[in-house]
């Protein structure tokens, strides 16, 4: 049987090679788990109660774009947070932000540019969905380093003329997983006037926007509507799997320009899987309310206190400006996170597992990725044990 080629230069997802590289050593302490990225922190209240009053909606297909009181909740929020005007006509309710990043692309890059193969552009290291989708529509992915040089976000400014002009799609995630970098209005500006001048879209992943440390990140339709920047360069996309601690409610929007958003939604019409109808109830009183958002950052401000205390003084470490992640320096991350496993039984991700070869290089090899959503306790507990395993 022949199978696709397509995706045969993808390299194993990240969590399996996790799985290979520590599951047959025993560990060498009590086992904390440090290297995903799924929030602990309490749910709001009303989670339960929104279902229980919409039960009944299980027994009905779901609004397939997102129910209008779901929609008029995100453009709400989107006009308090923002301060932007993005009507309910231009969002869509998602299934999981991870299937509006690939599905954007598969609705919106087109099977050539001037003739020639596209290029979607992907910061290094990324979100490994951006690959996919750019496997998947047949673009040529090419990844630009975000590393301490470029205060870990890319500089695709830097990319040939002859690149950019053939870019269909630039992705960002800002704050970035895995480094934690914020995207200043000016970057962004910048960013949108490069789309502008070389006709390609940005798809700002906006997921970790509402946990930060100092002031709230801005956004990439915020920018773009205070510099005058065309509408269909911008597709964002958010999530309430972070904001909200709902990481299994899989509820997050994406909203675009008025034409982009009418090519998403015939594809969502085809291959969508829409969100369950008590679930986009809950996800209507989670965007409405910010109270629980509040709480969240709170806690995660006293985690960043403890990171920064328990690493003073470690040679390149940074405090991330914002989500959830610290991107830690070593001198290799698989033996780094090796080493861990088996001294301490706390399990984090090599960074080499988020990033691509380039040129020889890998711009995760020299990091671990350690996500700072347990408890406070065992936080403190897993980064001092990880100080003194890794830098004592």
């Given at each position: 049987?022949?199978?696709?080629?397509?995706?045969?230069?993808?390299?194993?997802?990240?969590?399996?090679?996790?799985?290979?590289?520590?599951?047959?050593?025993?560990?060498?302490?009590?086992?904390?788990?440090?290297?995903?990225?799924?929030?602990?922190?309490?749910?709001?209240?009303?989670?339960?109660?929104?279902?229980?009053?919409?039960?009944?909606?299980?027994?009905?297909?779901?609004?397939?774009?997102?129910?209008?009181?779901?929609?008029?909740?995100?453009?709400?929020?989107?006009?308090?947070?923002?301060?932007?005007?993005?009507?309910?006509?231009?969002?869509?309710?998602?299934?999981g932000?991870?299937?509006?990043?690939?599905?954007?692309?598969?609705?919106?890059?087109?099977?050539?540019?001037?003739?020639?193969?596209?290029v979607?552009?992907?910061?290094?290291?990324?979100?490994?969905?951006?690959?996919?989708?750019?496997?998947?529509?047949?673009?040529e992915?090419?990844?630009?380093?975000?590393?301490?040089?470029?205060?870990?976000?890319?500089?695709y400014?830097?990319?040939?003329?002859?690149v950019?002009?053939?870019?269909?799609?630039?992705?960002l995630?800002?704050p970035?997983?895995p480094?934690?970098?914020?995207?200043?209005?000016?970057?962004?500006?910048?960013?949108?006037?490069?789309?502008e001048?070389?006709d390609?879209?940005?798809?700002?992943?906006?997921?970790?926007?509402?946990i930060?440390?100092?002031?709230?990140?801005?956004?990439?339709?915020?920018?773009?509507?205070?510099?005058?920047?065309?509408?269909?360069?911008?597709?964002?996309?958010?999530?309430?799997?972070?904001?909200?601690?709902?990481?299994?409610?899989?509820?997050?929007?994406?909203?675009?320009?008025?034409?982009?958003?009418?090519?998403?939604?015939?594809?969502?019409?085809?291959?969508?899987?829409?969100?369950?109808?008590?679930?986009?109830?809950?996800?209507?009183?989670?965007?409405?309310?910010?109270?629980?958002v509040?709480?969240?950052?709170?806690?995660?401000?006293?985690?960043?206190?403890?990171?920064?205390?328990?690493?003073?003084?470690?040679?390149?470490?940074?405090?991330?400006?914002?989500?959830?992640?610290?991107?830690?320096?070593?001198?290799?991350?698989?033996?780094a996170?090796?080493?861990?496993?088996?001294?301490?039984?706390i399990?984090?991700?090599?960074?080499?597992?988020?990033?691509?070869?380039?040129?020889?290089?890998?711009?995760?090899?020299?990091?671990?990725r350690?996500?700072?959503?347990?408890?406070k306790?065992?936080?403190?507990r897993?980064?001092?044990?990880?100080?003194?395993?890794?830098?004592?």
């Amino acid at each position: 049987m022949d199978f696709p080629e397509r995706f045969s230069n993808l390299p194993e997802y990240a969590f399996p090679r996790l799985r290979a590289l520590l599951d047959s050593h025993e560990p060498g302490g009590d086992v904390l788990a440090m290297s995903i990225g799924e929030p602990r922190h309490p749910m709001p209240e009303f989670v339960g109660d929104v279902i229980a009053q919409s039960l009944r909606e299980f027994g009905k297909y779901p609004a397939n774009d997102g129910t209008p009181e779901l929609l008029d909740a995100i453009s709400g929020w989107l006009k308090r947070r923002y301060s932007v005007e993005i009507g309910p006509e231009r969002i869509m309710a998602l299934n999981g932000t991870r299937e509006g990043l690939y599905n954007a692309a598969m609705a919106l890059s087109p099977e050539q540019k001037r003739g020639k193969t596209p290029v979607i552009a992907i910061p290094n290291p990324f979100y490994q969905v951006y690959a996919v989708a750019a496997a998947a529509v047949g673009a040529e992915p090419v990844f630009v380093p975000a590393g301490v040089e470029t205060g870990f976000l890319p500089n695709y400014s830097a990319l040939p003329a002859e690149v950019l002009d053939r870019v269909t799609v630039a992705y960002l995630c800002s704050p970035s997983n895995p480094q934690g970098a914020v995207a200043s209005r000016e970057y962004l500006a910048d960013l949108l006037h490069l789309a502008e001048k070389h006709d390609f879209m940005v798809f700002a992943d906006e997921c970790y926007s509402e946990i930060w440390r100092e002031a709230p990140p801005p956004g990439a339709a915020q920018v773009a509507a205070e510099e005058g920047i065309d509408p269909e360069r911008v597709v964002i996309f958010h999530s309430l799997s972070k904001r909200s601690n709902l990481p299994g409610l899989r509820s997050g929007f994406l909203a675009a320009g008025p034409q982009s958003i009418k090519h998403i939604r015939r594809l969502r019409a085809y291959a969508g899987s829409p969100l369950p109808q008590p679930l986009q109830r809950v996800a209507e009183r989670a965007w409405a309310d910010e109270a629980h958002v509040t709480e969240n950052r709170r806690l995660y401000a006293e985690k960043y206190e403890i990171a920064g205390q328990i690493f003073d003084g470690v040679d390149g470490f940074q405090l991330p400006q914002g989500g959830f992640f610290l991107w830690l320096p070593v001198e290799d991350g698989e033996a780094a996170a090796l080493k861990l496993w088996k001294e301490t039984g706390i399990r984090v991700l090599p960074g080499a597992y988020l990033a691509r070869e380039v040129n020889g290089e890998n711009p995760g090899q020299k990091y671990i990725r350690v996500a700072l959503v347990a408890p406070k306790a065992e936080t403190q507990r897993g980064l001092t044990q990880l100080r003194d395993c890794l830098y004592g």
